[in-house]
């Protein structure tokens, strides 16, 4: 049997001025509903803090469910998970206001050892590994996955100087890609058209068939998370890369 949950905060603020209330909370909702055996406690924290989240409640009973899910197991990559799932049901400005809490939550930090560690420090997603598709960037670049299922999406690093090789999402109908760009300062650019800078809150949405490139600023690190955009008969083509003339003209 999994540790009881025991809550007084209805009787200790409320027990005098609404009795009633202070009861269903305590005895009621922590006493049974909480302790009631059919999923852990770890389950019970995850779905309230997404119900919470998509009532739009980011006060201090958001901060006391956040704080709850992670002494009962919830990681800091699940949290990261969780919380960019039910965004994509409940909104954007929902999911920033909870993770603003949630990073002050589960706030450790790895060793500063490179400068790698300093940049993660930095950010609430995850580096990851070295990306798998390295031969079509210039300089080094990592891929970590954020969710697998539903949406894929994919949290992409470029270190310093580093961008990837114009290239096309094509699509006969839908397709395309977003960027949401979650820390550093970077570029986007059509094929054509000026560079646009990228900061973390931007969002760069990419028509299919469109030729570009996008990547981190000469002297920052640069993350974004890359959500592909369903399509018929979608698949990337991979052009040559950007010119250090080109990509020298960007400060």
Known sequence: MSEKIVQTAGREQLGNF????AHLNDDVLFGEVWNEQAIDVKTKC???VVSLMASGITDSSLAYHLQNAKTHGVTKE???VVITHATMYVGWPKGWAVFRLAKDIWNEETPELTDKDRYQNTMFFPIGEPNPYGDYF???SYLAPVSTEQIPIFNVTFEPACRNNWH????KSGGGQMLICVGGRGYYQEWGREA???MPGDVVN???NVKHWHGAAVNSWFSHLAIEIQGEESKTEWCEPVSDTDYGKLK
């Open 78 to 80: 699940e949290i990261a």
């Open 46 to 48: 995850i779905i309230t």
């Open 18 to 21: 609404a009795p009633m209330f």
């Open 138 to 140: 210039v300089g080094q």
């Open 168 to 171: 096309i999402h094509h699509a």
């Open 196 to 198: 646009r800078e990228l």
């Open 206 to 208: 990419i028509p299919a």
